[in-house]
């Protein structure tokens, strides 16, 4: 009784490493799922401020009270 029994065991051993464990794949799949569910409640809700653009090139105050920025109406720069 010296025959092994399991005789293709180098060819299960070199397929099993080849697979990622069962926890990588639930996590990479739960990553997804939450980034695609993120994606979907984020195009749903629209554009978190619509009237918001991006910085120009114009030249404007640099300063404090330097003039408007384009911000929200009604509130002051440096505590006023």
Same mark, same amino acid.
């Given at each position: 009784?010296?025959?092994?029994?399991?005789?293709?065991?180098?060819?299960?051993?070199?397929?099993?490493?080849?697979?990622?464990?069962?926890?990588?794949? /639930?996590?990479?799949?739960?990553?997804a799922l939450?980034?695609?569910?993120?994606?979907?409640?984020?195009?749903?809700?629209? $554009?978190?401020? $619509?009237?918001?653009?991006?910085?120009?090139?114009g030249?404007?105050?640099?300063?404090?009270?330097?003039?408007?920025? /384009?911000?929200? $109406?009604?509130?002051? /720069? /440096?505590?006023e």
């Amino acid at each position: 009784m010296t025959e092994s029994r399991h005789p293709s065991r180098g060819a299960d051993v070199g397929a099993r490493r080849m697979t990622p464990p069962p926890a990588l794949c /639930g996590f990479l799949l739960l990553l997804a799922l939450v980034f695609a569910v993120s994606y979907a409640v984020g195009s749903a809700a629209g $554009p978190v401020a $619509p009237g918001m653009h991006g910085t120009g090139a114009g030249g404007g105050g640099g300063g404090v009270g330097g003039g408007d920025t /384009g911000g929200m $109406p009604g509130m002051h /720069g /440096g505590g006023e």
